[in-house]
């Protein structure tokens, strides 16, 4: 299972960019990097998801380096409602549901005025 | 869209006592998953379920059975329910690695 380390937790004030990164030393060939966010009370949802590089959405950017063994996401100018807890999760997404697709502890962000 | 539905959303149970929490997606996806998350911590894997008829365990398996019952629904039994499965319990499901979860089951155990 490849194994995920974030930092605990982070602070930021709103309008700032926000970068988290999540080390994941042991990712395989076939493994994808997806990030997800959860407020409390309420299950994960997706954020973003790559396999190297660097991609984009409507709401973060994910960079990839090339040994893959980390990445960063990247939350522009955040706002108070981005508080939340953000997940990396590595697992193949070929859509074979193989692989046992396991949560680190994820990252606290709080967001202050 | 209902998405990932479950049931039921609150439950408090016994030591001892037995309940199944059910999960059904309508998204036609062959991937669903079990996680149970404890107050202030991250989710951790029961069981899981790679297409109908298969299921392997997860990071916390003990005390947990699961089923398969088509590829709709992913149900989730505590034969002898302790204090320690106090959590609440979220149903995921997946096709191409997205999870989508469901509104979680509060489960309390005295």
């Known amino acids: 299972l490849a194994k995920t380390t974030q930092p605990i937790s982070m602070d930021s004030y709103e309008g700032q960019e926000v970068n988290i990164t999540c080390s994941h030393n042991n990712i395989a060939t076939n493994d994808y990097i997806t990030w997800y966010q959860q407020f409390p009370s309420q299950g994960p949802r997706f954020i973003i998801q790559g396999y190297k590089t660097k991609v984009t959405n409507e709401v973060a950017s994910l960079f990839i380096p090339a040994d893959r063994k980390s990445s960063t996401l990247s939350l522009p100018r955040v706002s108070l409602s981005d508080t939340a807890v953000y997940y990396c999760?590595?697992?193949?997404?070929?859509?074979?549901?193989?692989?046992?697709?396991?949560f680190g502890k994820g990252t606290r962000l709080s967001v202050i005025a | 869209n209902a998405g990932v539905t479950q049931t039921p959303k609150f439950q408090v149970l016994k030591t001892g006592q037995s309940m199944t929490l059910q999960c059904a997606q309508d998204?036609?996806?062959?991937?669903m998953y079990w996680y149970r998350q404890d107050p202030g911590m991250g989710l951790r894997l029961i069981y899981y379920s790679a297409s109908e008829g298969t299921t392997d365990k997860g990071e916390v398996p003990n005390g947990y059975n699961v089923s398969r019952l088509n590829k709709r629904e992913f149900s989730l039994r505590l034969e002898s329910a302790a204090p320690s499965q106090t959590s609440v319990y979220f149903c995921?499901?997946?096709?191409?690695?997205?999870?989508?979860f469901g509104e979680g089951s509060r489960l309390t155990v005295l």
């Open positions: 998204m036609n996806h062959n991937s």
């Open positions: 999760l590595v697992g193949d997404m070929g859509g074979t549901g193989n692989t046992p697709l396991v």
């Open positions: 995921a499901s997946s096709n191409t690695g997205e999870l989508f």
